[in-house]
């Protein structure tokens, strides 16, 4: 088995007469490639020669090479899924480099999506000492890893939930409407559930509004404010969507 690589052996490697086009968020584009092993012996891929061209839109730190892994075996032919991976920040585009393979030139398409990718640490967030009306205060690492600006959102009020309050609302209204029937059982559940429920919590990001680059990483000041309706024996969690994370936070009441 020869072993082809950017520097030795692709010249007995055909890639035919289509441009090949990668597609996807930076660290995970997707394509595929038109392989023909035009010797008798089979090969074994593992990179091939890359270069820019002189006009068009380049990657700033394109790779001297395509690495895949393929074997292919003599005179066989057939089409190969390749994957490649840029830096994170790359911005959203179609890139074009050359490939050179069998003594030939193709065009090697790069279209860059849009990514929104951020980190928030820590996702979870606790506090002890449930008092009505009262604020909390909190820190987070918030960091953006796309490759496009990421505006911190403005999140005003937030579920809070006794962390018993279903379960509380079920077996009340278990043992009092239970033998009533499902109906009487449910509309007794409801009623426990809306007189059991707090009130919205307010929160508050210092940084909301403000712009992130990326690779932009920022100290999160989180203020979360709890309704004057919440019981100061109980322990209550809540939750904030960010995005494509969710911030949760639970205060114990001791």
Known sequence: MITVTANA????????????????PPAHLRGQIFLKNTNEEALFIRDLPLSHPEEGKRLPQMPASLK???SIG????????????????TPPGEYESIIHVGGEQKKLKMIVQPNIDILVH????HFTGVIPGES???????????????KIPDVKHVNTFDE?????????????????GFNAMMDELTKNIHKEMAGWANIKFEESGRTL?????IQLHVTLTLPKNVDASKDYFGSVRLWNK?????????
């Open 9 to 24: 052996f692709h010249e007995k490697l055909n890639v035919g007469d289509e441009d090949i086009v990668m597609n996807g």
């Open 68 to 70: 895949f892994t393929a």
């Open 74 to 89: 003599g005179g066989e032919e057939r089409v190969h899924r390749i994957r490649h991976q840029l830096p994170r920040n």
């Open 122 to 125: 820590p996702l979870s967030i």
């Open 136 to 150: 909390y205060y909190a820190q987070l690492s918030f960091t953006n890893y796309g490759n496009v600006p990421f």
């Open 164 to 180: 018993n309050f279903i379960c509380r609302a079920a077996s009340f209204a278990m043992r009092e409407k239970g033998g009533e």
């Open 213 to 217: 680059e990326p690779g932009e990483s």
């Open 246 to 254: 969710t911030l949760s936070y639970n205060i114990k009441s001791h």
